[in-house]
């Protein structure tokens, strides 16, 4: 995707619409249009570049700036439970930050909780599959 086609680069040139509530020099930031909750927002550099990484020192200094005056403002405004900040960009591959208010039991809470589980499982899987484990399972199962 070139700048002609990126959906970021035309709101930062104000050829498309959003709620943009905050910038500087080098970021942006703007309601998600498909958010996951009530505030989700998005911190985009105005500078169409790929990854996070790739950007300046200033830019990302300017990206993380930005963020953190939203969150500030998310906690005092929306008071959620914390800020949830993650970059990705596979839709996108323009420089964008996800700041979404999260509160427990919420969609994304739901789904992180999941991974977290998912990423512990493999050792609980072990544990069943020791002999001891085994024979317990297998004595429950036997019949009279
Ligand atoms: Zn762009």
Redesign the pocket.
């Known amino acids: 995707?070139s700048?002609k086609d990126?959906?970021?680069?035309d709101i930062?040139a104000g050829k498309a619409s959003a709620h943009v509530l905050y910038e500087d020099d080098l970021s942006l930031c703007i309601l998600d249009i498909h958010p996951y909750t009530k505030g989700h927002c998005l911190v985009i550099s105005k500078r169409?570049v790929p990854w996070w990484h790739e950007l300046s020192e200033d830019e990302n200094a300017s990206l993380f700036k930005v963020a953190r005056t939203m969150a500030t403002r998310m906690m005092q405004k929306i008071e959620p439970d914390f800020v949830f900040l993650y970059a990705r960009g596979r839709r996108?591959?323009?420089t964008h930050l996800f700041l979404i208010p999260t509160f427990s039991g919420d969609v994304l809470d739901r789904f992180f909780n999941a991974l977290e589980n998912f990423q512990e499982s493999p050792a609980a899987l072990v544990k069943l599959r020791e002999p001891a484990a085994m024979a317990e399972a297998a004595e429950i199962l036997k019949g009279d």
């Open positions: 995707m700048v990126c959906i970021f680069c930062v169409h996108i591959p323009h």
